[in-house]
C-alpha cells in the first residue's frame, strides 16, 4: 500500500477521540529575542506546528506513541532550522556528528545512536537499534554500518552543511582561539542549545519520548551530550511519565534530569508540573545548568518547563487544543 502523503495525514479524519491522546515537542533553546525577526520567528512557528500536527495525525490514526515521535522528529531533522538533522552544527573539524534516542514508555525498550555522521535521519536509526538489535546504544561508524545494514536513508555528511552552521562555527572558532572552551560555552548559549524532541501518549494508553541533536557548535574529541543518554536527555514510563530535554548536556548528564523528573513523579506524587518546575528550575538552576523539557504524564497533561530565555515548543493537548511558543 503507497503510504500518505503528510498533507493528507495533517488532515485525515479522526478515528479516536481527541481525548485518547496528545502530543508536545521542542525545537531546542532558541536564539535571543532581540537577533529573532518577524520572518524568523514565522519560520519557526510554522515547521513546529507541521511537526506537531504530523505527529498528532499519526496519534488520530491510532498510530503507536513512538511512531508520533518518530514521525514529529523527522519533519524537524529535515529542516534546516533546528539543530538535528538538516539543520546540524559543524564540529571543530568541520563536520557534523549526530546523536538521538527514543524510547517505549510500555516496556521501557530504548535505543541511541551517538556520534553518527551519514544516517539522514538520526531517530529512526535509534529506532531501529531499539526494535533490531540486542543493544540501547551504538556509536561512530558502528551506528552508520548498522543504520545501512537496516535499510535507512543513508547521505554523504555534506548534506548536513549549512552557511548558518558554518558562520556560527567560523565565530566559535575564532572566541575560542581567544578564550578556553569552558568558558565560550559557558556565555554563549547559543553554542550549547540545540535539540528537537517529543513526547507522545497514543490511544492504548502508551506513551513514548524521543530527542535528536546534532550538538554543540565546535566540538571537539568526540563529545556526547545528553541526547542519546537514557535517563539524561530522553525517558518514558508508563507508570510516570515521559520526558525530551535541550540544553546543556553535561548537566542533564550529570543531574539525569529526565529519569529524575519521572521519578519524582512515580515515586514522590508528584505532579509533572511540579516535578520540572523543581527540577529545572530548582537542581539546575542551583548548578547554572541551561535548558527546558517537554513533559507528557499517562493521562495527558502537558508541562514545558525552561529557564533559558525561550524554547521552540508546541503541543496538542489531550482536548485538541493546539499550541505553538517560543518565549514566556
Known sequence: MKPL?????????PIVSANDIAIAIHGGGTITRQSMTAEQEAAYRA????????GYARLQQGASSLEAVQTA??????????NAGKGAVFTWDEIHELDASIMDGRTRAAGSVAGVTQIKNPINAARAVMEQSVHVMLSGSGADAF????????????????????????????????????SLWQQHRDYKMGTVGAVALDKQGNLAAGTSTGGMTAKRWGRIGDAPIIGAGTFADNTSCAVSATGHGEYFIRYQV????????KYQGKTIEQAGNEVINGVLNADAGEGGVIILDSKGNISMPFNSEGMYRASIDKNGKVSVQIYR
Open 5 to 13: 502523503s503528510l498533507a493528507a495525514l495533517l488532515f485525515i479524519t
Open 47 to 54: 515547521k513546529l506546528e507541521e511537526a506537531v500536527k504530523a
Open 73 to 82: 522528529i523527522n519533519v524537524m531533522e529535515d529542516s534546516e532550522l533546528f
Open 147 to 182: 543504520a545501512r545494514e537496516q535499510g535507512l536513508d543513508m547521505v554523504d555528511n555534506s548534506y548536513f552543511d549549512t552557511p548558518r552552521r558554518r558562520e556560527a562555527l567560523r565565530k566559535a572558532k575564532a572566541k575560542m582561539i581567544k578564550n578556553d572552551h569552558a
Open 258 to 265: 529526565a529519569a529524575d523528573i519521572c521519578a519524582r513523579v
